[in-house]
């Protein structure tokens, strides 16, 4: 059974940087694609952040696109989202999901918005940014 938490969120100024943690136990994270997704209050839950299962594709969603960065940490189990340039809109609640058969990044350059029942989510971290 795979366990995420997801942390590092917090209060930032616009642009700031926060770096976002899903930190997996009891699997490796190498055997899974892995999403960032956030839901604003009122807004449908964005894919914003995908890294494929043997780290050959990212995607980055056209609201984050040029200001985040996802990379995974074998040793560490955990995979990082980098956000940089913080706008308000930007704040949300982040929470990560990882599944080891949906093409999850191929999904979410599909349609950023759909809903799929990915196989482990991760509970959310708040980003609150500040104008």
């Known amino acids: 059974q795979l366990e995420l938490v997801a942390s590092g969120g917090g209060l930032v100024q616009a642009g700031g940087s926060l770096r976002l943690s899903c930190t997996a136990s009891?699997?490796?994270?190498?055997?899974?694609?892995v999403g960032w997704f956030r839901q604003a209050p009122g807004k449908e839950r964005e894919g914003i952040s995908c890294?494929?299962?043997?780290?050959?594709?990212?995607y980055y969603g056209d609201s984050v696109n040029g200001r985040v960065t996802i990379t995974r940490d074998i040793a560490s189990n955990t995979v990082y989202l980098q956000l940089n340039d913080l706008k308000p809109e930007d704040t949300a609640i982040y929470s990560c999901?990882?599944?080891?058969?949906?093409?999850?990044?191929?999904?979410?350059?599909?349609?950023?918005?759909?809903?799929?029942?990915?196989?482990?989510w991760g509970q959310g971290t708040q980003v609150t940014v500040s104008s």
């Open positions: 890294i494929s299962k043997d780290d050959s594709d990212t």
């Open positions: 999901a990882a599944d080891a058969v949906a093409e999850m990044c191929f999904l979410m350059r599909e349609s950023p918005l759909a809903r799929y029942d990915y196989r482990y």
């Open positions: 009891g699997i490796s994270l190498g055997f899974f694609a």
